[in-house]
């Protein structure tokens, strides 16, 4: 399975909606905790992707893509800080990889691709929060450590309260 990892312009990621719709409308359906609850209608992911355009567009926030045979696959936002105080840091965001494809390392080629970016952009601080099991050892594996708990702080996909981690990894050679 070869699988490539690059960072989309806003251009592509227009042209894109129908394949970055598709990969978040699976990952809610699977159970994902990113924002949603059911029911949630391929039209309501798309039209979250087109939202984002105009942050991508301005450059604060960056999309990763994973596409496998042209089709993407996975993605993941490098949301950079714009206050005066925080040009170190930036937020992971809406890690998510196809229910069909997952476990074959493209979550983790993702993350090492946005950690590249973010030393481009000169950040030496990321931080996110999952909900995730699977996804706190994942992250855990790239070095992310656990820097609290917070009970109730989401709903789940059918609207029941439930925790998340805030995990951060500072970065070396920013």
Do not use: C
């Amino acid at each position: 399975m070869s699988v490539a990892i690059a960072e989309g312009t806003a251009d592509e990621a227009e042209a894109a909606l129908d394949g970055l719709a598709s990969v978040l409308h699976a990952a809610v359906l699977a159970g994902a905790s990113v924002g949603f609850v059911l029911p949630f209608a391929l039209d309501e992911a798309r039209a979250f992707w087109a939202g984002l355009l105009p942050s991508i567009r301005a450059g604060d926030r960056r999309l990763l893509l994973a596409r496998r045979d042209g089709a993407i696959v996975g993605t993941v936002q490098l949301v950079l800080a714009r206050q005066p105080n925080g040009p170190h840091r930036a937020e992971v965001a809406k890690m998510r990889v196809h229910p069909a494809v997952r476990r074959l390392g493209i979550a983790r080629a993702l993350m090492l691709a946005l950690e590249d970016v973010a030393r481009r952009e000169g950040r030496t601080l990321l931080v996110l929060d999952t909900a995730s099991a699977a996804a706190e050892d994942l992250y855990g594996s790239l070095g992310y450590r656990s820097i609290g708990h917070v009970p109730g702080y989401a709903l789940t996909i059918h609207g029941v309260p439930e925790a998340t981690h805030i995990m951060a990894k500072h970065l070396a050679n920013a």
